[in-house]
């Protein structure tokens, strides 16, 4: 893309009204602008980032056999009397009559909705275990949005359900589900730690929350330090491997972890104290096994292999896809702007020409621009009549890990600048070293 045919509409001033840094970068690198209260329009680069943490999330959903679909945002209101949620749910339902005074509304979680769909079709265990998932729309009409894309009443969600014959089954699903959000997260760069949480009103006993770690976050959480060392990194799963997935749930979730909804102090006090922290977290996910519960009130049921009919063993899961922005933000950023990590970034890198309408330079800055477009990659190219030191402020605030200076003074050496945005280095190269450097970055991204 180049820019000076983009739409990027960077703000100079830092907006008054955002309180945390997450939400004033996404304001001022015109990534979202506000609708209503907790309501945004997704900006072009806004745009850019919601879709690939949604291309993370489908890739990591596929690799365990979970299967997409899509609900409908507006849902019928009987579905929800079956289940008795209609009344519990309260006022952060958005409730809206049709033209006929038929009750609906906007829907703020989607486990009735797809137990329908379970059972309209599914009688038989042969088909089970079966995931479902979809990324969708959510309405939550929440006291107080606030954070931007943080706390929203409208915002995007991962939610999938797991449907299968026995507890066994689907206490396997839930290790499922733990371990491929915690791969999500790391693709993402984000350290994500499952804390045990308290499971509100969608029910339930077993359940974690997965949290990133920031002052800005709204969760209190209380941890053994142990817990940070542990990562996922590049170690093959077979998801169909029951030992495996449990093995992994154990190594990260034994060690003390929980929300402030299920601290329990004289728990916590048996970890040594030089490993005892409590902090803020942002919650990113969280998965449930309830049971079932939704499949005894709505009966959802199969015949199992001795001819009986059961209740399906259930269980949801959710990731914030658009709450994600806010929280990479939040952990990757510095006085400048944002830090992409590579995995989201809007563009792989960016072109600045320091002297735009030199012969030389313009023709460098479209060659670097042509071949990285050839290699699949996605750059963003600064070409517009401006100075040096705004083109340096407008790349550092969008955060593009990668930047590539063309100037007329380097060209007569043979070379230009590549700079880490994370580290602020700067290497001379030439052009050629430049593209293949780039292209293997972004080899295994
Ligand atoms: P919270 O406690 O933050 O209100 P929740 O526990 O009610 O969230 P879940 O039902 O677990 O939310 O939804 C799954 C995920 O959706 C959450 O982990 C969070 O990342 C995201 N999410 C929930 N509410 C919001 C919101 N108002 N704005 C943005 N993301 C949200
Ligand atoms: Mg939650």
């Keep these: ?38 309501i945004y329009n997704w900006l072009p680069l806004g745009l850019k980032v919601l879709r690939k943490i949604e291309d993370i999330v489908h890739e990591e959903q596929a690799k365990a056999g979970h299967i997409p679909i899509l609900m409908p945002t507006i849902q019928g209101a009987d579905l929800w009397r079956e289940s008795g949620r209609y009344d519990d749910y309260g006022d952060e339902m958005l409730r809206i009559k049709d033209r006929h005074d038929r009750d609906m509304l906007f829907g703020p979680t989607n486990e009735e909705a797809v137990t329908d769909i ?40 991962k939610d999938g359900y797991n449907f299968d014959l026995t507890k066994e089954a689907a206490l396997h699903a839930y290790n499922r ?32 929350e997965f949290l ?90 199969v015949v199992n292999d001795e001819g009986q009919k059961v209740p399906v063993h259930m269980g949801s899961h959710g990731i914030g896809v658009s709450r994600l922005l806010g929280a990479i933000i939040e952990a990757s950023h510095d006085d400048k702007g944002i830090i992409w990590p590579e995995g989201v970034t809007p563009f792989d890198c960016g072109i600045v020409n320091l002297k735009q309408g030199d012969e030389e330079a313009d023709a460098a800055c479209e060659g670097l621009y042509d071949a990285l477009v050839a290699a699949s990659l996605d750059p963003l190219y600064d070409d517009r009549k401006e100075r040096a030191g705004g083109k340096f402020a407008t790349m550092d605030l969008i955060g593009l890990p990668w930047r590539i200076t063309v100037g007329p ?37």
């Excluded at 960077?10 to 907790?38: N, Y």
């Excluded at 589900?177 to 969608?202: K, S």
């Excluded at 590549?418 to 991204?445: F, H, L, Q």
Aim: proline share 3%.
């Design 409 to 445: 003074r380097g060209l007569k050496n043979g070379v230009v600048e590549v700079t880490s945005r994370k580290t602020g280095e700067s290497i001379e190269m030439s052009p050629e070293d430049a593209i293949a450097k780039i292209i293997a970055i972004y080899k295994d991204v």
């Design 1 to 38: 893309m180049r820019l000076s045919r983009y739409f990027l509409p960077v703000l100079k001033e830092t907006p008054a009204d955002a309180q945390i840094v997450s939400h004033r970068l996404m304001l001022r690198a015109g990534m979202i602008k506000q609708s209503s209260a907790g």
């Design 118 to 157: 379970f059972r309209s079709y599914v009688n038989s265990y042969k088909a089970l275990p079966l995931t479902l998932y979809q990324i969708q729309w959510k309405f939550r009409d929440e006291r107080r949005p606030r954070f931007g894309v943080m706390r929203g009443r409208e915002f995007l969600m």
């Design 212 to 301: 990133v770690l920031a002052e800005t976050g709204e969760s209190e959480v209380f941890y053994d330090s142990d817990v940070t060392d542990i990562t996922l990194g590049d170690r093959d799963i077979d998801f169909d491997n029951v030992e495996q997935c449990e093995a992994v749930m154990n190594e990260f979730t034994t060690k003390y972890a929980r929300t402030d909804e299920t601290h329990d102090e004289a728990v916590f006090n048996e970890v040594p104290e030089e490993r005892r922290r409590s902090a803020r977290g942002i919650e990113v996910g969280q998965i449930f096994y309830f049971g079932t519960k939704y499949s005894d009130a709505m009966g959802a049921e």
């Design 177 to 208: 589900h733990l371990v491929t959000y915690l791969r999500t997260y790391e693709r993402m760069g984000l350290q994500a730690i499952p804390m045990q949480a308290d499971g509100g009103p969608v029910g339930g006993d077993y359940t974690h």
